[in-house]
């Protein structure tokens, strides 16, 4: 049984920081990183992690969040820095495992990051 428990959520005004984490249980995942999704709009892809360190981000946040692994803990974390409102939406902890003939993804619960200005 897979959890993904999420924590460092929070309200935070525009230019501050938050740090949001993601513990995973049993498997190390091939992919780990971060989703999105504000009132009203689909769920978005911040940034992505692989086991080998290989990060992605979307646009709008590239110089602004750090997505990080530990292995050994297997956690990922995103450290999100010159916060804004539009960064304001429920945040997402996904894992992906790639097993023989299949992929499984895992989500975490969400954690809501309010940004005001």
């Known amino acids: 049984q897979v959890q993904l428990v999420e924590s460092g959520g929070g309200l935070v005004q525009a230019g501050g920081s938050l740090r949001l984490s993601c513990a995973a249980s049993?498997?190390?995942?091939?992919?780990m990183g971060w989703y999105r999704q504000a009132p009203g709009k689909q769920r978005e892809l911040v940034s992505t992690i692989t086991t080998g360190g290989t990060t992605n981000y979307r646009d709008s946040v590239k110089g602004r969040f750090t997505i990080s692994r530990d292995n050994g803990k297997n956690t990922v974390y995103l450290q999100m820095n010159s916060l804004k409102p539009e960064d304001t939406a429920v945040y997402y902890c996904n894992a992906v495992y790639y097993g023989p003939g299949a992929a499984s993804n895992y989500w975490g619960q969400g954690t809501q990051v309010t940004v005001s200005s």
């Open positions: 049993g498997s190390i995942f091939s992919i």
